[in-house]
DNA sequence: TTTTCACTTTAGAATCATTATAAACTAAAA
DNA sequence: TTTTAGTTTATAATGATTCTAAAGTGAAAA
């Protein structure tokens, strides 16, 4: 992802490019996969960092400008800690609760045959399947 | 749903039949149809029956137990609080976010087609489809 | 019956993730 | 420059949940 992106994500989420967001933003948009986190393992990656100590409530405030701009997507997991994907397309996900572990999973991957329809006046939004591991 | 089926709730969960773990059974089991909560609206219910005041330390644990036990659901839903299901059967769930109210989808109105496999030596434990509603 | 002892309940404290606050800071525009 | 709106930050507040320690309860032994 070109820097040019990056300030356009800002840009489109109402943020002006500081330099705290611009970090946070790199890392969460400059890469080849999309992936998983948590504001603790983001704070955390800015902790060790020693260059840049980013506040708690900035990652907060960042990720929730982000995922109401729809740059990222909040995924169910049961649970204490909030998960964001930066995968914001339509898509599933396996679980693995011995490691606390999402693996993202293609809508193309998963068919459905068979819904039933929404109740009294309502519509359906989106359909989620969480797949739960074993060993 | 049988007193003595109330006892077996609570002996097969490692709970003495104290009184209120008794009242919660009886509240949680005694009904026609499975229904979701969670630990608030069961104590806002305890709240108001002014006979019976009972501690939300005693609501946690007893329901933790009834839990572990096998005798109620955690649902995955998004947010603060956890909701529990009376349903432990496998099914699958509408949420409707404007009200925060789950209904349930029995597990036959479900089919799903294609699945990709589990990665590298996991297993499928079991797959929740959940359904988000919009008006 | 009384005693014992493990199990319970309870109120309140502690914890953990998240959100709010308010003061100090920054930067773009007038 | 000066203004002004937007930012960052440390810290406080919140809300759900869990922990703790003291007081209560009850089944079974003596």
Redesign the interface.
Known sequence: MKKIDILKKLRSSGLRPTKQRVEIARFLFEREKTFHFTVESLNKFFEKKTTSKIALATIYNTVHAFKNAGHLS?????GKK?YFDTNVSNHHH?Y?SDTSEL?D??AN????????K??N???????????????
């Open positions: 909040e995924v169910e997991v049961r909030t396996f693995d693996i999973i293609d991957d998963v068919i459905i045959q068979k819904i039933p929404a109740p006046g309502k519509k359906i939004k989106n359909i989620e399947v969480f797949i739960n591991l074993k060993n």
